[in-house]
């Protein structure tokens, strides 16, 4: 339903249009009133100038018809000016319109097709062949050679300008009416590529994780008679319900395809000694040190900090494996640095390549650089360093580490 301030807009929209028609209009009628006209010569009549007035009132009035009506418009135009360089010939006046037929013309070629803007230009000519004629008869003797070049020079290549403009306008504004449509088309798919993954999201992962939940909360209660074969499997317990609260929320992301991504997450670096429980349980050895004065950064700052040390935890216990020992460094200086090491000394399990996604890194990459920083990931020794510099307001970050060689994620 349309507000009321929506009836507003469009009501001065309308209006607005309607006064520039009107002020080109009368932009077109003047000159051709004092210079195509006689209006104002002391030897014309009040008969004559009575005549070329309602010629020009007509003109002008369907002039304000030309958006709706341009064809209806250039019929009524040529016929006003046909009309009255014919009666100029016959010397019932002097009065020899052009403005507002050209005016017309470019109405009519820029709105319509080829063959209807092509039939206009070549009716075009007839009034203003019309007007040339009057022209020279009236000067007539020995200057009628110089006064029609002068004229053929004028009108030619005037009206073909207009008709030519008129055509590349029209060009133009429908090259942008279809990039416009190609780009709600592309907006559209991806949508609905958006709501394709969601739902595969949904069907394949979270059912297979709800039952993964569910057999573990089962285990664990049945599972008195040997308490650390109960802790482990709290622990898978309450890892899928992490696991099911984040895929929500990326199913709100992916459904929605106006919602930021990092809109509504709220993991942050007060998280830290929680990820960093859930490592030590998969036999890493992993320390937080915390170095300066902490300050204070944007959310969207604080969860890509949290998903550095989550992505290069994680990749310690995919890579290095239980038995190695790292430390988180997270220091607050000019810009807050986060270093993630390792020493490489653990038990690397054996199906390494089908536990990365190959991505991980490289997302990294790509978050860090949306505040103007670089990640490095590179052999450290025996082991493995990650870093990265962010910053601690809304200003860019001015330096970060070199980007190292990485290892997959």
């Known amino acids: 339903m349309t507000t009321p301030q929506g009836r507003t807009g469009d009501a001065r929209g309308v209006r607005s249009v309607r006064l520039q028609d009107a ?7 003047f000159p051709e009133l004092f210079y195509f006209g006689t209006l104002i010569v002391p030897s014309t009549t009040w008969e004559q100038r009575l005549w070329m007035l309602l010629l020009a009132a007509a003109e002008g009035a369907a002039l304000l018809l030309r958006r709706h009506r341009p064809v209806v418009t250039f019929g009524a135009v040529w016929v006003i000016a046909t009309g009255a360089n014919l ?3 016959a010397h019932v006046f002097d009065y020899t ?3 507002g037929l050209l005016i017309a013309l470019y109405t009519v070629s820029e709105q319509c097709r080829r063959s209807v803007a092509l039939p206009a230009l070549a009716l ?6 019309l007007a040339i004629y009057s022209t020279v008869a009236f000067y007539g003797g020995s200057s009628t050679l110089p006064v029609l070049v002068a004229n053929i020079a004028f009108y030619l290549p005037i009206t073909l300008a207009v008709w030519w403009l008129a055509r590349w306008s029209r060009a133009a504004r429908r090259a942008a009416e279809r990039q416009q449509q190609e780009v709600a088309e592309v907006r559209r798919r991806v949508t609905q590529e958006r709501v394709r993954i969601a739902r595969e999201l949904h069907d394949i992962v979270a059912n297979a994780v709800a039952v993964m939940v569910m057999r573990a909360e089962t285990a664990r209660v049945t599972a008195f008679e040997d308490p650390a074969r109960g802790e482990a499997f709290e622990h898978i317990e309450d890892l899928g319900r992490s696991t099911m609260a984040e895929l929500r929320h990326m199913l709100r992301l992916l459904r929605t395809s106006e919602t930021p991504a990092e809109e509504g997450n709220t993991h942050g670096l007060g998280d830290l000694d929680r990820l960093l429980a859930d490592i030590r349980r998969a036999g890493v050895q992993i320390s937080l040190e915390t170095r300066g004065t902490p300050l204070r950064i944007d959310d969207s700052v604080g969860q890509t900090a949290y998903r550095l040390v989550q992505e290069a935890a994680t990749n310690i216990t995919k890579h290095a494996g ?3 020992r790292a430390v988180v460094r997270i220091t607050w200086d000019e810009s807050l640095i986060i270093e993630v090491v390792d020493d490489g000394a653990g038990q690397p399990p054996g199906a390494q390549r089908e536990l990365s996604t190959g991505h991980g890194l490289l997302g990294l990459r790509e978050r860090v650089a949306l505040f103007g920083g670089l990640l490095s990931a590179a052999p450290y020794g025996p082991g493995f360093r990650v870093a990265a510099a962010l910053p601690v307001s809304t200003a860019r970050a001015t330096g970060a580490a070199a980007v190292g060689e990485s290892r997959p994620a």
């Open 23 to 29: 002020a080109l209009a009368l932009v077109a009628l």
């Open 87 to 89: 009666l100029s010939i």
């Open 97 to 99: 319109p052009c403005f």
């Open 124 to 129: 075009a000519f007839v009034p203003l062949s």
């Open 322 to 324: 239980p038995g190695t």
